[in-house]
């Protein structure tokens, strides 16, 4: 598609819950980038996909999160065991593979931990 | 480190003109960026600076002097709907590393008033 989509819109969990976003990146684009955002402030890197291969997960507290990006799936991020802090809007973003400097953005999913 | 530092709120009437600062200090440095985001939606790119000067898209111009690790964003003609978050971001390796993520300010909130 020419968009980014990310499912859920939203989701709850309870602490010690797991969750799991997905992200599907617009199609052709070889990128892809997970950012967390609290409270509207700033974007916190996660990790980058480049195809299915990792590129660059320097931002991943790895004890608790994972993501994945397998062929002719949607990508993933989940999160073991939530803890409150983990509330925040998760963004996922692509990119072409040459050229352009934009990221295109996905909606986000809106992650409560209670 | 790595930061950039803008203001974190402005103020302005419609039809006036605002000027959105931007100071960085990376370790590298490879292009200004500019994003939108209207009440924590997904963000749009608005400009990119690769060299130094003023790139101008419409109503929206930014400007680069990287001896200074210094930009803004010019918004002219100021419209209720530009009320918003902006963000500047920078990429701090090269074309070729183009899995690298943006690191993003922490924005500035922008309200237009009639």
């Known amino acids: 598609g020419e968009e980014v989509a990310q499912t859920p819109k939203h989701l709850v969990r309870g602490e010690g819950q797991k969750a799991k976003l997905y992200c599907a990146p617009i199609?052709?684009?070889?990128?892809v980038f997970w950012y967390q955002q609290v409270l509207k402030n700033e974007f916190k890197f996660l990790i980058s996909?480049?195809?299915?291969?990792?590129?660059?997960e320097t931002g991943m507290p790895k004890e608790r999160f994972s993501a994945k990006c397998l062929p002719n799936s949607p990508c993933s991020l989940e999160i073991q065991a939530t803890k409150l802090e983990d509330s925040a809007v998760y963004f996922c973003?692509?990119?072409?593979?040459?050229?352009?400097?934009?990221?295109?953005f996905g909606p986000g999913t809106r992650l409560t931990v209670t | 480190g790595q930061s950039l530092e803008q203001p974190s709120e402005v103020t302005a009437v419609e039809g006036a003109i605002v000027q959105i600062n931007c100071t960085y200090q990376t370790s590298g440095f490879y292009g200004l960026s500019w994003y939108q985001q209207h009440d924590g939606g997904a963000p749009t790119f608005l400009s990119y600076?690769?060299?130094?000067g003023l790139e101008e898209t419409g109503r929206f111009s930014s400007f680069l002097s990287r001896s200074d690790s210094y930009g803004y964003l010019l918004l002219q003609e100021l419209q209720m709907k530009d009320s918003a978050s902006y963000f500047c971001a920078v990429r701090d390796r090269g074309e070729k590393q183009a899995g690298t993520a943006l690191i993003f300010g922490k924005g500035t909130t922008l309200s237009v008033s009639s």
């Open positions: 996909f480049q195809n299915e291969n990792v590129f660059d």
């Open positions: 973003a692509s990119r072409p593979t040459a050229g352009a400097y934009e990221q295109y």
């Open positions: 199609k052709g684009h070889s990128y």
């Open positions: 600076n690769g060299l130094d």
